[in-house]
C-alpha cells in the first residue's frame, strides 16, 4: 500500500496528499457572503442551545408548491373531513385534496380562507376577510359554498380574524367585533370600535377571549368577565390558543413568554409558562419570532408555527423535539398555520404553499423513490446531514431526495463525520480507491489504491482505519496528516471499535481478530508502545471466513458464522457468550451485524446457512438477551447491511433501501380508507350519476377515475381494478389513478378498486355497481312485444284449415328461420361495434388492447422490438368551443380518413378515444419512423376543412417509442403517452421521441 507517493516508516511523518481536488473560490467566497448575510437575516435559524438533536429528528416532508395544485401561493389553514379529503384555506378560495387531484372552490374575488372550522354536528364553516359561509356538499355538484354572513368594513375583518368552535356554535372575532353563528342566524353579539379584540377560544365549553383593556375575559351573554392581566394580550396581533391533553389553554406569543389557563371546579386558574420546568427556554427558541399557530400533536407533543423559524415541536413537558424549517426541507420559513390529520400527519400552511410531515411516524422507507439506487455499506451523520456510503458513491440527503456528494463518485463504505473549529463541514470517507480526507472546498486522497473498510475513532485527531492493507493509524496536527501503518495485522480488516478503556479490536475477512493496545487520542503515541494480538484459531475462535467485532454494553462481542463470542479474560480465550440465548451461541446460527439501541436492545442480522434475517433482541429478566416475536416481521424488508443508531431511533441500510424506526416493536396500522370511485361519460366529460339510474347507450364509454384520501407513504402508490361482467380477472398494478372502457355492452356491471400504498399495504376494495340500457329490440318491453306476436300467431294458425297446415308450417319455420338470422346479424354487429369506434370506424381502444397482447406476444418470441407512435390534434378543444361538437367529429372523421391513407402497409392504427391515435408499426428504425411522423403531420396540415366550417385547421403533435422492447406493451403505452405528453409540452407541432437509453429528442413538425 502507498500514501502520498511514499512508503511507510516506523516514525511520524508529515504527508503531502497526493491528489487534491479544490472548488471554485469565487464560488466559495460567494457561498459564505450568501451565509453570513442569511444567518443576519434569521437570527432564529441558529437558535441558541439548539441540540442538534432537534434538527436530525425532523420528520419527512411532502411539499405541495403552487404549480402543483394551481392556486394561490399563500394559504392558512386545514380541516379534514369524515371521508379522508383535506379541505385547506387558500389565499384565494379553497382547495379540496383527496390524495390525488385538487379542487378548486373560489366564492369571490379577494376571498381568502383563513379560518376553517367544524361543528360536533359535522358541519363546516370557512371564516374569510369578507364573510363566512358553509361548505355545503351535494352527490352532484360536489361541495358549493353558501355565504351566511358578509362583514361590514366597520368590523375591520381583515385583521386579528380568529374563531372557536362550542358544539353546534361557530364564534368570530375580529379586531373590533364578535360574532355567533347560533340557532342557524349569525349575529353580532359585541361590537368595540376601540379594536380590543387579539385572541378567542373555548375552554371547558366556555369561551373566553383577549381584550387589551381588560386581559383575559370570559364572554358570558355579551358581557365580558375578567380573568386575569398579561403582557402577552396587550399585542395588537392575534393570540395563538390550543388546547393541551390536560384540558388547560396554552397561550404563546413568542419573547412575550406564554400563559396556561384553565378550569378546576368551575373556577379559573392561571399561571405563568416560565414558572414551568423545562418550559423556561421556550422563548429564547421563540425569540425574534412571531408565533402563528399551535397544534397539540395526537402522541401530546406541541407544535409551534413561526413567522421566520419554521415550526418547533415540543414534548408536553416543553422540552425542544424537533424543528422543521428551511434547512430540512420548507421552502420557506414564514409558517401562517397548522392542522392534523386522521393519519396524525402534520399540514403546514406557508406563504408558498403547504407543506405534510410526517411527524407521527415510527418508521419510514427511503429508497428508488429518493433517488437511492445503489446498496449502501454506511450511514453517518455530517453536519447534521444524512450521508450514505454506497457502491455507487457517497450521496447526501437534500430535502426528500439524495444528492451526490462531490469527487466521492467511487463504491465508499463510510463517511466518517470530524469536528472543526469553523464548523466546517468535514468527513473521512473510506472508498474501494482509498481514503479521503473531504470538506467542501477540497477533497484530499490520504491513502491511494487500497479499499478502506472500516474506521474508529482514538480521539478528535486520531484515528484507526482498516483495510485491505490491514490497519493504518491516522492523525491530523497542525494541519498536517500524519500515517502510519501498525504491524503483525497482515489481514482484511472489516470492522473496528474502541472500548472504555481505550484498546481497539479488528475484525477481518482471514478468520482472524486483533487486539490493539498503546493507541493514544492524540498524534503522540509511538509504535514502539503499540501491542497488537491475533486472535485466532488457537485463542478459541471457530473456523470462519469472517470475524466481525461489535459493542454490547460497552464489551467487545465476536459475531462468527458459527455464533457469538465474548472475551474471558482470566485466559485471553475467546468463548461461546452465554449471554445470549443458546441457539445463537451454540454454532447453529451465525451473525452478520449488530447495533445496540438507547434502549438497550440489540438489533441483528442473523444468519442460517444462506438464509438471513434481522432480529431485536432485548434481556429478560435472567439477564439473557432474547429474540422479541415478530420485532421486525412488518417491515419491507428485514435485510440490512448494516445500522445507524441515532437519539430519536435507529436507521437499517441495505440494497437500494433505508428504513428509519423509532420503535421496531410497533405494528403497522392498516389502511382503513377505502378508494373513492369518480364516474365520466368520457375523459373529460361531467362526473355521471350511476347506481340509482340506469346510464343510456350513448353513454357506454367510461372513464373510471380513483383517489384515495390516504397521505402516509404516498410515493409508489399503486392501483388496480377490475370490471365485474366484463374483466377476466384484476388489472395489472399500476401508477395510472383511471380506467377507461370503450363502447360496452349493455348489462350490470360492478368495478372493484383497490389501492397499495409505498410500503405494500393493500387498502380496502371499493365497489361501484352500475346498469347500461340494453338494445331496444332486447329490452323488457321489445321481448314482452316480441312474445306477444308470437302467440298471436300460433292463436292465428291454429284456425287455419288442415289442409293447408304443412304449407303454414313450413311457412312459420320460413319466419323463425328469418327471425333467427337478422338477430345473429344484429349480434355480430354489437360485437364488432365492442371492436370499432362508432364515429371514424378506426379499431378502438379495446381492440387496441387485443392486438398488443398478440403482438407483443408474437414479438417476443422471435426477440423483434414494436415501436409505437401516439398522435394528438393541436387545441381540439378550441375547434369544438368555437365551431360547435358537430363540427369536431367531422373534423375527426376526416382527419381518420388522412391517418388511414398515410400509414403504411402493416401498420395498425386506433382511435383511443377523443382525438388521440395510437399507431403501432414493426418498422422501429428511428431514421423511418421520424419520416413517417412528419409525413403525417404534413398530411394533417394540408388537409383543408373549409367545407365543414371556415377557419379550421389542424395540426397534431406526435409522441414516438422507437424501440418498444418485449417485455411489456403497457410500459411501452406509458412511454409512447410520456412522449406525446412532453411533445404538447413543448408546444404544438412537435415530434418528442423516447430514445434507446430511454432520453427524450423533440423535433418541431
Not at 82 to 104: A, P, Q, S, T
Request: proline content about 4%.
Amino acid at each position: 500500500m502507498a500514501a502520498c507517493g511514499v512508503e511507510y516508516h516506523s516514525g511520524h511523518r508529515s504527508c503531502v496528499p497526493r491528489q487534491v481536488v479544490k472548488r471554485s473560490t469565487n464560488t466559495d467566497l460567494i457561498h459564505r457572503v450568501f451565509v453570513l448575510v442569511w444567518l443576519l437575516w434569521l437570527p432564529a435559524s441558529s437558535v441558541p442551545g439548539m441540540p442538534m438533536e432537534a434538527r436530525q429528528a425532523a420528520p419527512f416532508l411532502q411539499v405541495y408548491n403552487p404549480e402543483d395544485y394551481q392556486a394561490h401561493g399563500q394559504n392558512w389553514d386545514f380541516l379534514q373531513l369524515d371521508d379522508g379529503r383535506m379541505v385547506i384555506g387558500n389565499g384565494r378560495g379553497v382547495l379540496i385534496y383527496d390524495g390525488e387531484r385538487f379542487e378548486h372552490l373560489v366564492p369571490t374575488d379577494g376571498f381568502s380562507a383563513i379560518r376553517l372550522e367544524r361543528t360536533a354536528q359535522g358541519r363546516h364553516f370557512v371564516i374569510s376577510g369578507i364573510s363566512v359561509g358553509e361548505l355545503v356538499e351535494s352527490p352532484d355538484t360536489g361541495f358549493e359554498f353558501v355565504e351566511i354572513f358578509r362583514f361590514d368594513e366597520q368590523d375591520n375583518p381583515r385583521t386579528g380574524l380568529s374563531s372557536a368552535v362550542i358544539d353546534d356554535q361557530v364564534w368570530v372575532m375580529t379586531t373590533q367585533s364578535l360574532f355567533c353563528f347560533c340557532n342557524d342566524r349569525f349575529t353580532r353579539v359585541i361590537h368595540d370600535p376601540a379594536r380590543p379584540f387579539n385572541l378567542l377560544h373555548a375552554i371547558g365549553g366556555r369561551l373566553v377571549a383577549g381584550h387589551r383593556r381588560l386581559g383575559l375575559v370570559e364572554v358570558v351573554d355579551a358581557e365580558l368577565i375578567p380573568i386575569i392581566q398579561h403582557p402577552l394580550l396587550d399585542d395588537t396581533s392575534v393570540t395563538p390558543t390550543t388546547t393541551l391533553p390536560d384540558g388547560r389553554m396554552l397561550m404563546l406569543g413568542g419573547n412575550q413568554g406564554g400563559l396556561l389557563v384553565g378550569l378546576h371546579d368551575g373556577d379559573w386558574f392561571t399561571s405563568q409558562l416560565s414558572d414551568h420546568a423545562n418550559w423556561q427556554e421556550t422563548s429564547d427558541y421563540l425569540d425574534g419570532s412571531r408565533v402563528r399557530a399551535l397544534e397539540v400533536l395526537a402522541d401530546g407533543r406541541i407544535a409551534v408555527a413561526t413567522t421566520g423559524s419554521g415550526v418547533f415541536v415540543f414534548s408536553e413537558q416543553g422540552e425542544l423535539d424537533a424543528r422543521i424549517d428551511q434547512v430540512n426541507g420548507l421552502p420557506v420559513d414564514t409558517v401562517l398555520g397548522l392542522g392534523q390529520d386522521a393519519e396524525g400527519g402534520l399540514w403546514i400552511a406557508m406563504t408558498v404553499g403547504f407543506a405534510r410531515a410526517e411527524i407521527h411516524q415510527t418508521w419510514r422507507r427511503l429508497d428508488e423513490r429518493h433517488n437511492l439506487r445503489s446498496t449502501t455499506h454506511g450511514l453517518s451523520r455530517v453536519n447534521g446531514q444524512l450521508w450514505a456510503a454506497t457502491s455507487a458513491g457517497v450521496w447526501r440527503m437534500s430535502g426528500r431526495r439524495f444528492e451526490a456528494v462531490p469527487e466521492l463518485d467511487t463504491q465508499a463504505w463510510f463517511a466518517h463525520a470530524l469536528t472543526s473549529a469553523d464548523d466546517e463541514a468535514s468527513a473521512l470517507v473510506g472508498t474501494s480507491t482509498g481514503l479521503y480526507h473531504w470538506t467542501e472546498q477540497v477533497t484530499e486522497l490520504l491513502i491511494d489504491d487500497d479499499s478502506a473498510f472500516a474506521m474508529t475513532s482514538l480521539g478528535p485527531t486520531h484515528w484507526l482505519v482498516g483495510g485491505n492493507y490491514g490497519l493504518v493509524s491516522v492523525c491530523r496536527s497542525d494541519n498536517q496528516w500524519q500515517l502510519r501503518r501498525l504491524p503483525e495485522n497482515e489481514a482484511t480488516i472489516r470492522s473496528l471499535v474502541t472500548t472504555d478503556s481505550g484498546t481497539v479490536w479488528a475484525g477481518s475477512l482471514d478468520g482472524a481478530a486483533f487486539q490493539v493496545k498503546g493507541l493514544v487520542a492524540d498524534c503522540a503515541d509511538s509504535l514502539d508502545a503499540i501491542e497488537v494480538n491475533r486472535f485466532a484459531q488457537d485463542r478459541g475462535l471457530p473456523e470462519s471466513n469472517y470475524v466481525e467485532v461489535y459493542l454490547v454494553d460497552g464489551q467487545v462481542r465476536f459475531g462468527t458464522r458459527f455464533g457469538i463470542l465474548r472475551l474471558d479474560e482470566s485466559g485471553q480465550q475467546l468463548v461461546p457468550d452465554d449471554h445470549f440465548e443458546p441457539r445463537l451461541h451454540d454454532g447453529t446460527h451465525g451473525w452478520y451485524k449488530i447495533a445496540q439501541d438507547r434502549h438497550g436492545r440489540i438489533h441483528a442480522q442473523i444468519l442460517k446457512g444462506e438464509q438471513r434475517w434481522g432480529e431485536v433482541l432485548a434481556r429478560d429478566e435472567d439477564g439473557i438477551f432474547r429474540a422479541l416475536p415478530g420485532a421486525l416481521s412488518r417491515l419491507p424488508s428485514s435485510q440490512a447491511e448494516g445500522y445507524l443508531v441515532e437519539a430519536n431511533g435507529l436507521w437499517l441500510h441495505g440494497h437500494r433501501s433505508l428504513e428509519f424506526t423509532t420503535n421496531p416493536l410497533a405494528a403497522l396500522a392498516e389502511p382503513t380508507l377505502a378508494p373513492r370511485i369518480h364516474v365520466m361519460a368520457d375523459s373529460d366529460g361531467p362526473v355521471l350519476r350511476v347506481g340509482e339510474h340506469i346510464i343510456p347507450r350513448d353513454r357506454s364509454s367510461l372513464s373510471f377515475r380513483f383517489s384515495l384520501p390516504m397521505f402516509d407513504f404516498p410515493e409508489g402508490r399503486r392501483w388496480r381494478s377490475r370490471l365485474v361482467g366484463f374483466d377476466q380477472d384484476w388489472s395489472p398494478w399500476t401508477e395510472l389513478a383511471f380506467r377507461e372502457y370503450t363502447n360496452l355492452p349493455g348489462g350490470r356491471y360492478q368495478l372493484d378498486v383497490q389501492a397499495r400504498d409505498g410500503l405494500g399495504q393493500l387498502s380496502p376494495v371499493s365497489s361501484l355497481s352500475f346498469e347500461i340500457a340494453q338494445p331496444w329490440y332486447i329490452s323488457p318491453w321489445a321481448l314482452t312485444t316480441w312474445a306477444l306476436l308470437a302467440l298471436g300467431l300460433l292463436a292465428l294458425t291454429a284456425q287455419l284449415a288442415r289442409a293447408r297446415q304443412a304449407a303454414r308450417n313450413r311457412q312459420l319455420e320460413q319466419v323463425i328461420a328469418q327471425r333467427t338470422e337478422e338477430i345473429r346479424q344484429q349480434r355480430d354487429r354489437l360485437a364488432t361495434m365492442a371492436y370499432q369506434d362508432p364515429l371514424t370506424g378506426l379499431a378502438n381502444r379495446r381492440a387496441m388492447y387485443r392486438q398488443l397482447d398478440a403482438a407483443w406476444l408474437a414479438a417476443a418470441e422471435h426477440s423483434q422490438p414494436l415501436a409505437l407512435l401516439a398522435s394528438d390534434l393541436n387545441d381540439f378543444k378550441q375547434t369544438n368551443d368555437r365551431f360547435g361538437h358537430p363540427a369536431g367529429d367531422l373534423v375527426l372523421q376526416r382527419l381518420a380518413e388522412v391517418l388511414r391513407s398515410s400509414v403504411e402497409a402493416g401498420d395498425q392504427l386506433f382511435r383511443i378515444g377523443g382525438d388521440e391515435f395510437i399507431i403501432l408499426s414493426e418498422r422501429v428504425e428511428i431514421d423511418h419512423l421520424m419520416s413517417m411522423a412528419r409525413q403525417l403531420a404534413t398530411s394533417v396540415e394540408d388537409c383543408r376543412f373549409d367545407d365543414i366550417a371556415a377557419g379550421i385547421r389542424a395540426g397534431i403533435s406526435i409522441g414516438v417509442v422507437a424501440r418498444a422492447g418485449t417485455d411489456s406493451w403497457q410500459s411501452a403505452l406509458e412511454l409512447v403517452d410520456r412522449a406525446l405528453y412532453r411533445a404538447k409540452r413543448a408546444g404544438n407541432s412537435n415530434i418528442a421521441v423516447i430514445k434507446d437509453d430511454g432520453s427524450i429528442s423533440l423535433v418541431r413538425t
